[in-house]
């Protein structure tokens, strides 16, 4: 389960956000998780949770938003939505795609008292 690394390289993050500007508190978290990311977003709720205990983080609600892959199609040269790492373009159904997002696992947004 990657999540939970994951999960403790947040809290680490939040953690030096909240010494820097002198926070005791984060109430939400917003992530940003791509479809292509391999991240389990039940997975990621059950890691953060366990991550966050006896930090400033903990009890925080945690918030995802999923972020669509998008690739850049060389043949029709458009943006596209795709499913999956080996998809073809929507629109012309070439393969000479390359991808702009949907891997990304970022914080968006932290909510403090």
């Known amino acids: 389960m990657h999540e939970l690394s994951l999960c403790q390289n947040i809290i680490e ?6 010494k820097q500007h002198n926070v ?13 990311s391999c991240i389990e977003p039940s997975a990621l709720e059950f890691g953060f949770e366990m991550a966050a ?15 669509p892959a998008k690739a850049w199609c060389w043949d029709c040269k458009q943006l596209v939505e795709i499913q999956a790492n080996n998809s073809t373009c929507p629109h012309c159904g070439s393969a000479h795609l390359q991808r702009q997002s949907g891997d990304e696992l970022r914080i968006k947004e932290i909510a403090v008292e």
């Open 13 to 18: 993050i939040v953690e030096q956000q909240c």
């Open 24 to 36: 005791n508190k984060v109430t939400d978290l917003w992530l940003e998780v791509g479809a292509l």
């Open 53 to 67: 205990q006896g930090t400033s983080a903990e009890n925080c609600k945690l918030h995802l938003i999923s972020i």
